[in-house]
């Protein structure tokens, strides 16, 4: 009796600066394809490269920016393999799509990545590995690149005409959030959070946790975009970098200067001057 034939598992890699978003594809990935064995994580461009080399995955997830060696330089490097894989590039950047469209990617996507865009990513990486499969003895099909560059004037153009990006439209306000600590990913519902602020490339969340005491957890989402999904009759932006809900605010001084600063649960928090408007009459 023949055995049956058993069908090798689709391998891929990761490569991304940022630990965190690492973690987080890794985790996207096993719920929208739970088949796909990924076989690495690398943290910069040279480290990938070497990774690819050696065990020679079927699709490469790219970051644009890395150390070391960035996506498009190594999307150069891998095309001169005689069996490169299947790449698609991650960005916060929309230009940069034009360009890793000129190295054969197979697609991008945007941070922070929303798993509907990711299930339809995956998808067309399954239907490109399955006609690449029967297609022996000749050139593999190249991407689509016509048709994603329409994708990609749309989208620049959706994204100029309006607040927030087309990936992240929603006509409710947000009710939940997907944040982290540390390696660990937690869903906070935004009832529960009494302020939000701004860091170098990513976002605080601070919520009251047992004791009253604040909780931090981080979002990889701009300040900009988030506020466009806040209801903003609950949450105020009080100065660049914070964003309060305005039942949390325990009380509101007004310093020597004139400098008016909130408070929540113990922590002072700047209101700008163009903000203490929003608490006269309070």
Not at 56 to 81: C, H, T, W, Y
Request: charged letters at 20%.
């Amino acid at each position: 009796m023949n055995n049956p034939t058993v069908q090798p598992s689709v391998t891929a890699i990761i490569a991304d600066d940022e630990a965190l978003l690492r973690h987080h594809l890794d985790k996207s990935l096993a719920e929208v394809w739970p088949e796909l064995e990924i076989v690495s994580k690398a943290q910069n461009g040279l480290e990938a490269m070497q990774s690819i080399q050696q065990l020679k995955p079927d699709v490469a997830f790219l970051d644009i920016r890395m150390p070391e060696l960035d996506g498009i330089s190594l999307a150069k490097q891998l095309n001169k393999l005689d069996s490169p894989p299947l790449i698609v590039f991650i960005t916060a950047y929309d230009e940069y799509a034009v360009k890793a469209f000129d190295h054969n990617a197979m697609d991008y996507l945007l941070k922070p990545i929303n798993e509907e865009r990711l299930l339809a990513t995956c998808q067309k990486v399954q239907a490109r590995l399955s006609s690449n499969q029967t297609q022996t003895g000749t050139t593999p099909e190249q991407p689509d690149i016509t048709a994603l560059m329409v994708q990609l004037q749309q989208l620049s153009q959706s994204t100029s005409q309006q607040t927030q990006p087309p990936y992240l439209s929603q006509k409710k306000y947000l009710t939940w959030l997907k944040a982290s600590v540390g390696e660990d990913i937690h869903l906070i519902a935004v009832d529960d959070v009494a302020y939000f602020k701004a860091e170098d490339k990513y976002v605080s969340i601070f919520k009251k946790g047992q004791g009253g005491s604040l909780e931090e957890y981080i979002l990889r989402v701009s300040l900009k975009e988030l506020i466009a999904q806040l209801n903003p009759d609950e949450f105020w932006q009080i100065h660049r970098s914070v964003v309060v809900k305005v039942s949390a605010i325990d009380k509101v001084k007004k310093g020597l200067s004139g400098q008016m600063s909130a408070y929540v649960s113990g922590e002072k928090l700047p209101i700008s001057r163009a903000s203490q408007a929003l608490f006269k009459g309070m």
